[in-house]
C-alpha cells in the first residue's frame, strides 16, 4: 500500500524553517491581468481555500540569527500555479534580496505556470530566471529546498537553478507532471523515476532532508558561503620546507599505496565546517570524486576531491567525475569560494564507457577551467596521482604535497612496461621520472609539503589535522593574490616549470 506525501503550506514551512517571530512580510497586494468570470471566480476560491492572496509568499527572516530572503509556494492556492501577479511577486523579493546582500532560500510546490493565464505566465519564467541569474552573479547564495510536487515550468526555471538543492522526503519532482503525461500518452509514467529519493541516487539533487531538519542544513551552508563578521588575520604557513628525509621514492609510492592511509574523507571531516555537496546536478554521481563545501579556519573553500577506490586495482575517476568537478568550480567563482582540489588517484577509467563518455573532452576543460579560474586555487597531492585523472585537478594558485606523495604520466610500473616491457624496472623508473615531492619541489610545483612523520597511515588523525591547517595558510596566501595578476601568475608558473633545476 503506498503512502501520500503530506502537502505542507507555505505558513507552515516558514514557522517551522524560521527563527520564531522573525518573519517580515514583502507581499503587497497582487495586481491581477484582465479576469474572465470564471478566472475571477477559480482566484476568489483560491483565497479562501488557502488563506492567502497568491501561490507565492515572500519576505525576510531569520535561520539560526543569519538573515534570510525567503520565496515559498502555497500549493493550495491554484496547485501552486505562477500567474503574471505570482511573476512579479517573485521578482520583485529576488530583486530586493540581491540589493539588500541576502542570500535567498526557495521553497517551490507547483504544478507549473498558470493555464488560465497561458503563454504569458509561461513567459515569465524567463524573467524569474533572469532575477536569480543576477543574484547569483552578485555572489550571493540561492539554495532550493523542492516541496512535493513541484513540476512543469517552475521545475524547469528556478527550481533548477540552485547553488544548493535539497528537497522533501518523497516528492514527486519532474518536468512534465505524470498526469499530464498520461493525458498525452495513453499510458502510465514509470513509477519510481519522479521521486526526489531518485533524483538523489542520480546526482541531480544534493540531499533529501524533512523540514525540520532544512534549518540546521542552511545555517550549515550559510556558515561556508557567508564570511565572518570580523576577518580573521591570516595564518601563518607552516612545513614548507621540501624533504623526504633522505627515503628512496619507490619507498614513497609504496606508502602510498596503503589502504590505511589518510584519505579526502578523513580531510574532510578534520575540517572545521563541511557540507557535502551530490553530483552534477545534470544526472550523473560518480564516487570517485567527493564535491563538497568546507572551511578550514576562516577560509571558506569549495572542495574536489578523488577518493580513492575501496579495492586495489580500479580506477578512481570517470568522465561524470570531472563534470561534478567542473560543477564545483563554477560554484566556486559564482560564491567567490577558495577552490581547493585534492589528488589521490589510481588514474582515470579505462572502459569503453569512459571513451564514449567523453573523458579526454573532460580532462581537456577541467584543464581550461582552473587555468583560467578567477577564484583563488589550491591543488593538494594527498598521495598518490597518476595520470591525466592527476593533470586535470592540479592547476593552481598554490600546490600542498605530502611528504610522500607523487605525480607521475603512469604509474612506475606502467612505465617500465613501456620502456622495458616489463614491470620490474617500477622502481628505477620511478627515480628517473622524478616524481617524488623533493623533485616536484625542484620544478617549482610544490609550494608546501606537509611532514608525515615517516607514514601518515601511523597518525591518520594528527596528520589530517595538520594537512587542514596547511590548506588554511596556503588559500589564505592564495586570497591576496592580486585578481588582475592571478591568472598571469599560473600561466607562468606552468611556462616556467623546472627552469629553476631541482
Known sequence: MSTKTARIGAAELLDIVLDQGSFESWDTTPQQPPLSESYAADLEAARIKSGADESVLTGKGMIHGRPVAVIVSEFKFLAGSIGQAAVNRINAAITRATSEGLPLLAGPASGGTRMQ?????FLGMVAITDAVRRHKEAGLPYLVYLRHPTTGGVMASWGSLGHITVAEPGALLGFLGPRVYEALYGQKFPDGVQVSENLFRKGLIDAVVTPQELPELVERALRILQPSAV??????????????????V???????????????????????????????GQGEKDPGLILALARFGEQRCVVLGQQRPRH???????????????????????????????????????????????????????????????????????GQGTGGAALALLPADRTIAAQNSWLSPLPPEGASAVIHRSVEQAPAMARAQRIGVDSLYGFGLIDHVVDEHEDAALQPREFAQRFCAAIAAEVSLARVIPEDHRLLRRQQKFQNLGTLGD
Open 312 to 382: 586495489p586495482g580500479t580506477f578512481s575517476m570517470g568522465p561524470a567525475s570531472l563534470r561534478e568537478a567542473r560543477r564545483g568550480m563554477q560554484l566556486a567563482q559564482e560564491l567567490g569560494l577558495a577552490l581547493v582540489t585534492i589528488i589521490d588517484t589510481t588514474g582515470a577509467e579505462l572502459s569503453a564507457e569512459a571513451e564514449e563518455g567523453g573523458l579526454a573532452g573532460e580532462i581537456a576543460r577541467s584543464l581550461s577551467d582552473l587555468i583560467g579560474l578567477r577564484s583563488p586555487s589550491v591543488s593538494v597531492l594527498l
Open 117 to 121: 493565464e497561458g503563454t504569458l505566465a
Open 231 to 248: 576577518p580573521a588575520s591570516l595564518p601563518a604557513p607552516i612545513g614548507t620546507t621540501a624533504t623526504s628525509a633522505g627515503r628512496d
Open 250 to 280: 619507490w619507498e614513497s609510492v609504496q606508502i602510498s599505496r596503503n589502504p590505511r592511509r589518510p584519505d579526502t574523507r578523513m580531510i574532510l571531516a578534520s575540517a572545521d565546517d563541511m557540507l557535502p555537496l551530490n553530483g552534477t
